[in-house]
């Protein structure tokens, strides 16, 4: 239900202090312009007094012409209400990340209250957009092979056999399909030969390396248990409810080393938990070196996965507080993602719902505080519905802000969209409608992914609107500080190196982040980890806690530019 907020206040975060001397070495990944290879962006301004955040709409410059399809004539259904997602990843290895966006499409008119009386020609399908540079993309949806007859939920990227090209895991209602990139711009479908079986909802999932061998694991996460004929209901609720349909257990596949997979689902105590699964994301919470997850739900308790370095999972939300919402209930938990909000070395929690929205704060004692209702940041959401997010520093000033996309529940009811900016000292300040008439205009929001497309220094995003156009928000920011993007890439440990933790110092500050992959609502992010600076136009140090138990440490580094690290062999 959408509730009237009654308060805007003032909320936030504050980045700690450290510093410490330098070694090693790296490799130097300029940022990339419009060419295969790529080049070093000039520099940002130096240190801003007052910066401003300000995104717009770039979708029709960009050649991206993505429609969503619920696949009916109106809203009528669970199925159809849940919306698609998106990822950005460098599927060419050009150095500028590319997108693939999911998409529905007309099924059987059996699985419609209201189906289409004419059916498109071809059928909406998902897209594969090519990054071109200068803020340009190329459908190449065909030539690669990746128009699946299905009806889409949500995507993750890894290179899941480390052979240094980026694979893909497409989810949805009754199919599941790892395509594998065969490197010269093809996929291929090779679900049944890696032993991959999902039947029933798959939604949002997780590659990480849970056991630490080298070779990504994948979660998959399951929403319910869906009957379309099913219709059972009272008229304003419009279609029967997530706790109209049984939960689904969620899928645990570990990763052979050999381009198969093993289900383990049972074997490692994944397998005893029903849920209605929306957004999935794993990392290390704790800090003990091993990637834990966390399974946002939908109107069932929320589940924390943690990692008992045996191959087994021990479910731990309710003992950590993470488990319901801010009075006890189990929310429509939407999209989940682990970020240092406070600068102190360790990772909060963020999760979108159709509530409040939880800010949850890690007390480092295996437990969160929720402080979204301390701070403002809950009751300034409580008037919408939020699904698709992301936590960046979208103006480089040290400070990460956050940005979250709102819609209609079951019901096709546009909503403007929020953007909080970091301000240090415990403070976030509601800049959303300063921030451009792009996050002013209503839509009806699903799944978000975030990238610096143009490699500008400047986090954007994608957006996924119900049965509507997608939207491209270009950072336009003004008077924006300093920045430095990290790109991994493993060798003992899993290539795409997923579960590495990396910690910048410069300035006196300290900010740390992971590689994650599958974040927010039904989407991934781009998979370089962006970090803003401020005033720093150069970093003192960086550590690299790789997962193979290596920590890497690299002396100064100019700021305002892509960084390859390489793990040491």
């Known amino acids: 239900m959408i509730r009237l907020a009654l308060l805007r206040v003032l909320a936030g975060t504050i980045l700690g202090s450290f510093a410490a001397p330098c070694a090693m070495s ?47 004539a109106q809203l009528g259904s669970l199925l159809e209400g849940t919306g698609a997602g998106c990822v950005w990843f460098d599927y060419n290895n050009s150095g500028l990340p590319s997108l693939y966006v999911v998409n529905g499409r007309p099924l059987d008119d059996s699985m419609h209250p209201h189906p289409l009386k004419v059916k498109p020609n071809p059928p909406p399908h998902n ?60 996929f291929t479908d090779v679900t049944e030969k890696a032993g991959i079986h999902v039947d029933g909802w798959a939604i949002s999932s997780t590659w ?70 929306m957004g999935v994301t794993a990392a290390d919470f704790d800090g003990d070196g091993w990637d834990d997850i966390y399974v946002a739900n939908d109107r069932t308790e929320n589940f924390l996965f943690h990692n008992k370095h045996d191959g087994t999972f021990e479910e731990i939300g309710n003992d950590t507080g993470t488990a319901f919402g801010q009075n006890g209930e189990s929310t429509s938990s939407m999209g989940p993602v682990f970020a240092d909000l406070e600068g102190r070395g360790i990772l909060d929690l963020w999760v979108t719902d159709g509530h409040y929205n939880r800010l949850l704060r890690n007390t480092g004692q295996l437990g969160f505080d929720d402080i979204g209702a301390k701070n403002g940041v809950s009751q300034a959401n409580a008037q919408y519905v939020s699904w698709g997010t992301g936590v960046y520093d979208f103006d480089n000033d040290g400070l990460l802000d956050i940005l979250i996309f709102h819609g209609g529940l079951i019901h096709l009811i546009p909503q403007e969209h929020t953007l909080f900016r970091g301000l240090g000292n415990d403070k976030f300040d509601d800049v959303s409608r300063a921030a451009g008439p792009v996050l002013s205009e209503r839509t009806v929001a699903r799944g978000a992914c975030f990238a610096d497309y143009d490699n500008d220094g400047k986090v954007d995003a994608f957006l996924v609107n119900l049965g509507a156009k997608g939207t491209l928000l270009h950072n336009v920011s003004t008077n924006t500080g300093h920045w430095l993007a990290v790109k991994l890439q493993g060798t003992k440990s899993n290539r795409d190196g997923i579960g590495a933790r990396v910690e910048v110092y410069a300035g006196g500050n300290r900010w740390t982040a992971e590689r994650v992959a599958g974040s927010g609502y039904l989407s991934q992010n781009e998979a370089r980890l962006h970090f803003g600076l401020g005033a720093a136009t150069s970093v003192d140090k960086i550590v690299v806690h790789w997962p193979s138990g290596l920590d890497q440490v690299l002396g100064k580094q100019d700021a305002n530019r892509v960084l390859t690290i390489e793990e040491p062999k």
């Open 26 to 72: 790296a490799q130097t990944q300029p940022a990339a312009s419009g060419e295969p290879a790529t080049q070093v962006s000039a520099p940002t301004p130096a240190a801003p007094q007052s910066p401003s955040i300000r995104f717009e709409d770039a979708t029709d410059q960009s050649g991206i012409d993505y429609v969503h399809s619920f696949g009916s």
């Open 208 to 277: 990480l390396d849970y056991d630490k061998d080298g070779c990504l694991d994948l979660f998959i996460g399951r929403y319910v248990k869906f009957d379309p004929k099913y219709r059972a209901y009272y008229a304003a609720d419009n279609y029967p409810g997530p706790l109209d349909y049984e939960g689904e257990t969620n899928k645990l596949y570990h990763n052979n080393c050999d381009g198969t997979f093993t289900d383990v689902t049972e074997k490692s105590g994944i397998g005893a938990y029903v849920g209605r699964t």
């Open 127 to 186: 897209h594969l957009y090519r990054n071109d540079g200068g803020g340009h993309f190329t459908d190449v949806t065909e030539k690669a092979g990746l128009n699946p007859d299905m009806y889409g939920m949500a995507v993750a990227a890894a290179d899941y056999d480390n052979d240094g090209h980026v694979d893909l895991l497409v989810t949805g209602y009754g199919k599941t399909i790892l395509y594998h990139n065969d490197g010269n711009g093809h």
